[in-house]
T-cell receptor, first 115, second 115 residues
Framework: GAGVSQSPRYKVAKRGQDVALRCDPI?????LFWYQQALGQGPEFLTY????????KSGLPSDRFFAERPEGSVSTLKIQRTQQEDSAVYLC?????????????FGAGTRLSVL | AQTVTQSQPEMSVQEAETVTLSCTYD???????LFWYKQPPSRQMILVIR??????QNATENRFSVNFQKAAKSFSLKISDSQLGDTAMYFC????????????FGKGTHLIIQP
């Protein structure tokens, strides 16, 4: 596709449920990032992939959060046993690693509401 | 660790006026990139302008320009001839050279352009 695609756009989960958020990056982009954006705040870095390798997961808030990118393209962010504090917009971004641009292109995000 | 500070939570100007959004940052890095992103209600982050720290010349993109003061660690965004479509959240962001640990964002400034 032309841009970064994220699905679903909205997700409502009951506390304790597991959720999976999908990101489809721009074709050919090697780097993929996940961010968490709480209401009224700027996005905060969660994790980074270079192809299928997860090179940095220092931003994941707990071991309930897990991300994967098995074939170096589509990525999934999974949250187990969701809590109310997990309610946020989850943004995915991709970039062409190695270029001088270092520009990240963002998807429209998934708004997760945990009840 | 890097920090980005945006001290103006909200600004409002009349259409066609010029407005400046402020951003300061703190880092021990010498080589890095700075960005301004726009986030309309659709939630998709859109790159407005980008500056490489090693370049002394301020970046310009049509009606958007920056005032980059490396020694002062300041990176303000000027919007000339503001338009109704400029209404959005604006985020200042920092990225180390290499970019593997993602973008560090400020809390954002809500810019409102009044007709």
């Amino acid at each position: 596709g032309a841009g970064v695609s994220q699905s679903p756009r909205y997700k409502v989960a009951k506390r304790g449920q597991d959720v999976a958020l999908r990101c489809d990056p721009i074709s050919g982009h090697v780097s993929l990032f996940w961010y968490q954006q709480a209401l009224g705040q700027g996005p905060e870095f969660l994790t980074y992939f270079q192809n299928e390798a997860q090179l940095d997961k220092s931003g994941l808030p707990s071991d309930r959060f897990f991300a994967e990118r098995p074939e170096g393209s589509v990525s999934t962010l999974k949250i187990q046993r969701t809590q109310q504090e997990d309610s946020a917009v989850y943004l995915c971004a991709s970039s062409f690693f190695g270029g001088t641009q270092n520009i990240q292109y963002f998807g429209a995000g998934t708004r997760l509401s945990v009840l | 660790a890097q920090t980005v500070t945006q001290s103006q939570p909200e600004m409002s100007v009349q259409e066609a006026e010029t407005v400046t959004l402020s951003c300061t940052y703190d880092t021990s890095e010498n080589n890095y990139y700075l960005f301004w992103y726009k986030q309309p209600p659709s939630r998709q982050m859109i790159l407005v302008i980008r500056q490489e720290a090693y370049k002394q010349q301020n970046a310009t993109e049509n009606r958007f320009s920056v005032n980059f003061q490396k020694a002062a660690k300041s990176f303000s965004l000027k919007i000339s001839d503001s338009q109704l479509g400029d209404t959005a959240m604006y985020f200042c962001a920092f990225m180390k050279q290499g970019g593997a640990d993602g973008l560090t964002f400020g809390k954002g400034t809500h810019l409102i352009i009044q007709p």
